[in-house]
């Protein structure tokens, strides 16, 4: 009978073993990675190095996954709901916590909530610039107020969706210059960077990683910025607050998240992969030739910092109010 007692205790041991070393073993397999907007744009070009440079510091394939749509909506619903087992996780933009108050504005049920996800780290925070092509009349922010003035709602500006990152900084331009433009919606940055480039739309809201090279280029002309200084990248292109907007300035930010209720043990390997990452010579090189900042914030410090931007973009949704 002791003999038959000490083969089932050295049987649970190695169970408990095995579980641990299951546990332990986490990313097992491929991750995938929602990226909610269409390739070219913001989250995919500043994504896709990071989750390179993630699956190296993890040891494990971590796969992109474009999902766009409803700027930015459709894939972050499907990111939300997914299984919280640490295979699906998403980089996401600021419009993260615009869909769900848009959503609110046309009494509409969110599609997701903020509470559905659980941030693991903050990437990236960029100021937004407003551009036209380089043919375009517009030389100026006036010159394009002015036009604007003279035919309400008929020059059309591209964006990465209703409500999404590029449509509220837009609206935030236009709220405060009063004038009435045509928005043209589009599935991602890429999208909408080539709608401008291709003159389907005559001005458009982007950040310096997506159009610093159409501007070295030639096809894209900044006319102003909304960060609150001038970019030391830009030193040429003014600020909104310089041209009489003082209550225009606008970053967007990247983000890293993992559906809410992902084990505690998963978040900290997440967490520790990504500041692996952030160090990595190969994401910062991407990072410098996009000319792209790194602000890296951990899980706690995002989620504080997550709280007071979806305050600051509900206040300006409100503010904006409906608009299609």
Do not use: C
Not at 83 to 91: A, E
């Amino acid at each position: 009978m002791k003999k038959i007692l000490a083969v089932m205790a050295l049987a649970a041991v190695h169970a408990l073993g095995g579980t641990a070393n299951a546990q332990d073993a986490y990313p097992s397999k491929p991750v995938s990675v929602v990226v909610p907007f269409s390739p070219g744009g913001i989250s995919d070009v500043i994504g896709r190095p990071f989750v390179h440079s993630l699956g190296k510091a993890l040891k494990q394939s971590f796969v992109v996954e474009n999902k766009p749509g409803a700027g930015g909506g459709v894939g972050m619903a499907y990111a939300a709901r997914a299984k919280p087992d640490g295979y699906t996780v998403m980089v996401a933009l600021s419009s993260i916590s615009a869909i769900p108050a848009s959503d609110r504005l046309f009494g509409r049920p969110p599609s997701y909530e903020i509470k559905q996800f659980a941030p693991i780290a903050l990437i990236s925070a960029d100021p937004a610039f407003l551009v036209v092509r380089t043919d375009s009349p517009w030389k100026t922010v006036k010159d394009l107020v002015d036009a604007a003035k003279a035919r309400p709602g008929a020059i059309p500006y591209g964006s990465t969706g209703n409500y999404g990152t590029m449509h509220v900084g837009m609206e935030m331009f236009a709220n405060a210059a009063g004038i009435k433009m045509n928005h043209i919606p589009y599935g991602g940055g890429g999208q909408q960077v080539a709608a401008i480039l291709g003159s389907q739309v005559d001005t458009i809201t982007q950040l310096p990683a997506t159009l610093a090279g159409h501007i070295a280029g030639g096809k894209l002309r900044p006319l102003a910025t909304f960060a609150p200084a001038r970019v030391a990248a830009f030193p040429d292109v003014p600020t909104m607050k310089e041209l009489g907007y003082g209550d225009v300035e606008y970053f967007v930010w990247t983000g890293f998240f993992a559906p809410a209720g992902t084990p505690p043990e998963i978040i900290a390997t997440l967490r520790r992969g990504t500041r692996e990452a952030m160090q990595d010579p190969e994401f910062r090189n991407a990072m410098d030739k996009l000319r792209a900042p790194i602000v890296y914030k951990d899980a706690d410090e995002f989620t504080g910092y997550l709280e007071a931007d979806a305050k600051r973009l509900n206040a300006v949704i409100q503010r904006i109010g409906k608009v299609e």
